[in-house]
């Protein structure tokens, strides 16, 4: 306890206590409080490094099972990536074919994230964290997908009889009228240029005025008469649905309009020697999103294997064509 100070007072002639002015008072009782507070703190601190509290323990304890049950998602995304995998091979070899869908397609669906958009967490919390979240945002662009696909093949599913007979699927023309071997498709050495070009249909030769038949349910999206001497000549474009158009080159009259329905076998026009022709002949085409492909490929329903496999041994490059639009040089 601090001594108490004295001090004579000549009125009283007595000795009284020497009193602090109040604001010292303050001061010392806010300094004396402060120190208490340090010491506190470093104190606590001391003891927090030097020994291991129940708190400490009980906050470890959690840490350890929240890491366990972190380890434990991340097996069972792991296992569920597998499923979904599964799901995709079916979609993509027996669903999709089943209804002449090509394998969907989606743009940085399989792209992952910079591992720098993860790091957000202490380097042993990331190693968990980070991971499992990477992993289940690769699932969620592989459900969104596989959703999308599911959403096509629904539709796919409810117009199967329309798509059945829209698809290109028999002959443009009367196989009796069909004169020579069928022009090949594709990358070929064209006997008149001498290098490889690019065809985009393939060739029927017969006589002028043969008939052309629609080969699948659509309805006429173009019509041209086109350049004498150049290019597709008269010509028609059908639009079948489900991606499907077809192209009839090269006539020499056409019967339908644009926006005009036909169906499958329906008469639409005449073989001719139009546009950039050296005879008669239809040149046919069977385009599938966008892209050219194989019209032999789609005439199954109207032949035997045997035949089938006929035909494309002996299609073969045919000189009925110029080159112009219709076909593109591949250099060599």
């Given at each position: 306890?601090?001594?108490?100070?004295?001090?004579?007072?000549?009125?009283?002639?007595?000795?009284?206590?020497?009193?602090?002015?109040?604001?010292?008072?303050?001061?010392?009782?806010?300094?004396?409080?402060v120190?208490?507070?340090?010491?506190?703190?470093?104190?606590?601190?001391?003891?927090?490094?030097?020994?291991?509290?129940?708190?400490?323990?009980?906050?470890?304890?959690?840490?350890?099972?929240?890491?366990?049950?972190?380890?434990?998602?991340s097996?069972?995304?792991?296992?569920?990536e597998g499923?979904?995998?599964?799901?995709?091979?079916?979609?993509?070899?027996?669903?999709?074919?089943?209804?002449?869908?090509?394998?969907?397609?989606?743009?940085?669906?399989?792209?992952?994230?910079?591992?720098?958009?993860?790091?957000?967490?202490?380097?042993?919390?990331?190693r968990?964290?980070?991971?499992?979240?990477?992993?289940?945002?690769?699932?969620?662009?592989?459900?969104?997908?596989q959703?999308?696909?599911?959403?096509?093949?629904?539709?796919?599913?409810?117009?199967k009889?329309?798509?059945?007979?829209?698809?290109?699927?028999?002959?443009?023309?009367?196989?009796?009228?069909?004169r020579?071997?069928?022009?090949?498709?594709?990358?070929?050495l064209?006997?008149?240029y001498?290098r490889?070009?690019?065809?985009?249909?393939?060739?029927f030769?017969?006589r002028?005025?043969?008939?052309?038949?629609?080969?699948?349910?659509g309805?006429?999206?173009?019509?041209?008469?086109?350049?004498?001497?150049?290019?597709?000549?008269?010509?028609?474009?059908?639009?079948?649905?489900?991606?499907?158009?077809?192209?009839?080159?090269?006539?020499?009259?056409?019967?339908?309009?644009?926006?005009?329905?036909?169906?499958?076998?329906?008469?639409?026009?005449?073989?001719?020697?139009?546009?950039?022709?050296?005879g008669?002949?239809?040149?046919?085409e069977?385009?599938?999103?966008?892209?050219?492909?194989?019209?032999?490929?789609?005439?199954?329903?109207d032949?035997?294997?045997?035949?089938?496999?006929?035909?494309?041994?002996?299609?073969k490059?045919?000189?009925?064509?110029?080159?112009?639009n219709?076909?593109s040089?591949?250099?060599?």
């Open positions: 306890m601090a001594k108490k100070e004295y001090i004579f007072n000549p009125s009283t002639l007595a000795y009284e206590p020497v009193r602090q002015p109040e604001r010292l008072r303050r001061f010392v009782m806010v300094r004396r409080g120190l208490f507070f340090i010491a506190a703190a470093v104190v606590n601190l001391v003891y927090s490094f030097g020994f291991y509290t129940p708190k400490m323990k009980n906050l470890e304890k959690q840490r350890r099972e929240i890491l366990g049950r972190y380890e434990v998602l097996e069972r995304i792991g296992s569920m499923t979904i995998g599964e799901i995709a091979q079916r979609d993509n070899n027996v669903y999709r074919p089943l209804f002449g869908a090509d394998t969907l397609s989606v743009e940085g669906v399989y792209t992952p994230f910079a591992t720098d958009f993860y790091d957000h967490y202490s380097e042993d919390w990331q968990v964290v980070g991971s499992v979240w990477q992993q289940l945002d690769g699932q969620t662009r592989l459900l969104y997908r959703s999308l696909s599911l959403d096509q093949l629904q539709v796919l599913s409810k117009d009889e329309k798509m059945a007979a829209s698809i290109p699927a028999i002959w443009p023309i009367n196989r009796k009228d069909l020579g071997p069928i022009g090949a498709y594709g990358r070929r064209h006997p008149i001498k490889y070009i690019h065809h985009k249909g393939i060739d030769g017969g002028r005025g043969d008939p052309i038949y629609a080969t699948g349910n309805v006429v999206s173009h019509t041209e008469k086109g350049l004498r001497r150049k290019g597709y000549g008269q010509q028609i474009v059908i639009d079948h649905g489900f991606g499907y158009k077809t192209r009839y080159a090269h006539l020499n009259e056409r019967l339908v309009k644009k926006g005009q329905e036909v169906k499958r076998g329906e008469l639409i026009g005449y073989m001719g020697n139009t546009g950039g022709s050296t008669p002949h239809l040149h046919y069977v385009i599938y999103m966008g892209r050219d492909v194989d019209p032999i490929n789609y005439f199954r329903r032949m035997s294997e045997a035949e089938f496999e006929r035909i494309i041994s002996s299609a490059a045919t000189t009925f064509e110029t080159l112009d219709n076909e040089s591949v250099n060599e």
